[in-house]
């Protein structure tokens, strides 16, 4: 008689799951602007930055952002690794700017002036972010593949 509450209980369970499963739809958020809000350098020789990006979430559930790591190229030339800290939530059915803060390790050897100097002159220069970031909803997660290109605006280096 236990055993038998017992399975009925993970059979509900799992008939729940399945339904919940089954009615959610994914639409993939799509990402607008970004904009560098900060730059700053840290004791190790990274740096800290944070971005702010324009990131519409049509889903009727909040989704949440949390490890990403991207290449970012300027052309063909790889300048550095970023990785995000901390997690964003984009809040559901909502079209807003989040805040995304992160760590950098910029090439010694790549195109490193070029790219400082077309940050602080005002030049636009294409940039690529191109890695994957790991987002989820509840207990469930998945790994998205993201290229985004765009031109650097200008900005204030080591603080606003």
């Known amino acids: 008689m236990q055993i038998e509450k017992i399975i009925n209980k993970k059979l509900w369970c799992i008939l729940a799951m399945a339904f919940f499963m089954s ?34 979430n049509p889903n009727n559930y909040n989704i949440w952002l949390k490890k990403g790591k991207f290449d970012i190229l300027m052309g063909n030339q790889k300048m550095g690794t970023v990785h995000t800290v901390g997690k964003v939530v984009l809040k559901k059915q909502k079209n807003d700017y989040y805040i995304i803060k ?31 970031i790991r987002a989820g909803v509840f207990i469930f997660s998945k ?3 993201i290229e985004f290109s765009d031109k650097l605006p200008s900005m204030s280096l080591f603080g606003n």
């Open 143 to 145: 790994k998205f593949d």
């Open 102 to 132: 992160a760590e950098t390790k910029l090439n010694p050897d790549g195109a490193l002036l070029g790219m400082l100097t077309g940050l602080t002159s005002g030049g636009n220069k294409p940039v690529t972010l191109k890695g994957d």
């Open 23 to 56: 009615s959610c739809t994914f639409t993939e958020p799509t990402i607008g602007n970004f904009n560098f809000k900060s730059m700053s350098p840290k004791e190790d020789g990274n740096f800290r930055i944070e971005v702010e990006v324009k990131v519409d």
